[in-house]
């Protein structure tokens, strides 16, 4: 199994941590896919990563679908097999990716000419990731689909948005809004899954 990713990408990250945990080994191709001589379309039309190259030669994609893939290959269970119980967990998951997906959007508006950045977008993407964060103090608190007994894919889409946040947008202060969140991520993200996948300064 292989997997092509870039070890900035916070989705990337999410199937690396997923990988480890239920230790599920995989060769990793590192491949940036702003770079002119990506490979990233060979595997993936859209062009992104991450993507996984099963061992029969099926390429997966996004990460949630890869995630889904991941639990037919056994190891500890990163989704309850029950389709209701599952719900909140996915949930929990397409909240921390869509969060992710706002700060994503921000990094790079801020990577063009400031001349021909636009406020507005960024003011958007902001409060996007706000309503993001007090939607997911909420879900740690109730223990929604987030912060359970075991750790789940919702968990490591959280931890590794709130990474994410951390390494690209850290002029944006989130903890002491969010105390149990804060409390939560610290231990998830001592997790030797995390620590191990921490991207480089970049
Ligand atoms: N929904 C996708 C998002 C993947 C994504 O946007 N990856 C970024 C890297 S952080 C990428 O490859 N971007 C390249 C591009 O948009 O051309 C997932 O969950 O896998």
């Not at 997966?60 to 890869?66: E, G, H, L, Q």
């Not at 400031?114 to 507005?120: H, I, T």
């Amino acid at each position: 199994m292989k997997l092509v990713a870039s070890l900035t990408s916070p989705y990337a990250r999410k199937i690396r941590v997923a990988l480890a945990e239920k230790g599920l080994p995989f060769t990793l191709e590192v491949d940036i896919p702003w770079l002119a001589e990506t490979s990233v379309p060979d595997y993936n039309p859209l062009g992104k990563v991450p993507a996984l190259v099963a061992d029969d030669g099926e390429v997966w994609f996004d990460s949630p679908v890869i995630a889904d893939y991941l639990e037919t290959l056994g190891g500890p269970a990163l989704i309850p097999a029950d389709r209701l119980a599952a719900l909140p967990v996915r949930q929990s998951e397409a909240l921390a990716d869509g969060l992710t997906d706002a700060a994503v959007t921000i990094f790079l508006e801020t990577r063009r000419p400031e001349a021909q950045q636009d406020p507005a977008t960024i003011e958007r993407q902001i409060t996007k990731i706000h309503r993001g964060l007090a939607a997911l103090e909420l879900r740690v608190s109730a223990r929604k689909g987030l912060g359970g007994s075991s750790l789940t894919i919702g968990d490591i889409a959280a931890a590794c948005a709130l990474a994410y946040l951390d390494f690209r947008l850290n002029h944006l202060v989130w903890r002491s809004a969010h105390p149990e969140l804060a409390a939560w991520a610290a231990t998830v993200l001592a997790r030797p899954s995390f620590l191990d996948t921490t991207p480089p300064a970049a």
